[in-house]
């Protein structure tokens, strides 16, 4: 493949936009929008109780709010597993003193470049909540068998956090 063109549509704050003339490997001379990404982590932390610590928030994107695990946006330069760590403290409140990179996760490659890499907290040590100033955030603690009913049940409805405790669940990680 060969790119004859980029040209940057829009620059945001998370993401970029970009539309692409490129020469596919058939000779084909095609047109790609393509959201880059700088990347995001995201975690499951799991009490000594075997409960996974959850939060809930509104996505404006979607209008209503989402149970998910905790996850943020890399910070430059910031290893995906130092995002996991800051971010599990500062949306939960815990600092985990384990963490264990389940995968990484391309939810949308057709067209998006963002990779979030997962992880596993343990050993959960009491800090402090330190949300951003945009962020309203409600911790929700429970058991990860009833995690996977609300799976069922349609109450966690996120791609990253439904693949997340469905690994922990079915690799019996806990």
């Known amino acids: 493949m060969e790119v004859l063109n980029s040209e940057l549509v829009f620059d945001g704050r998370i993401l970029k ?12 001379t095609v047109t790609r929008e393509v959201m880059r990404h700088h990347g995001a982590a995201a975690v499951v932390p799991i009490t000594e109780n075997g409960e996974v610590i959850l939060v809930k928030q509104f ?63 343990q050993q959960l040590v009491p800090s402090k909540q330190h949300l951003d100033p945009d962020e309203d955030v409600e911790i929700m603690i429970v058991p990860l068998d009833e995690a996977a009913e609300m799976i069922r049940r349609g109450e966690i409805t996120d791609g990253k956090t439904i693949a997340a405790l469905m690994t922990v669940l079915s690799q019996n990680l806990y």
């Open 17 to 28: 936009v970009y539309k692409d003339t490129v020469v596919l490997d058939n000779g084909m």
């Open 59 to 121: 996505r404006y994107a979607i209008g209503r709010e989402m149970i998910e695990i905790p996850a943020g946006l890399l910070e430059p330069g910031e290893e995906p597993i130092q995002c996991a760590a800051r971010e599990t403290e500062e949306e939960t409140g815990f600092r985990p003193a384990e963490l264990t990179h389940l995968f990484d996760s391309y939810a949308s490659p057709g067209y998006c470049t963002e990779c979030v890499s997962v992880f596993m907290a």
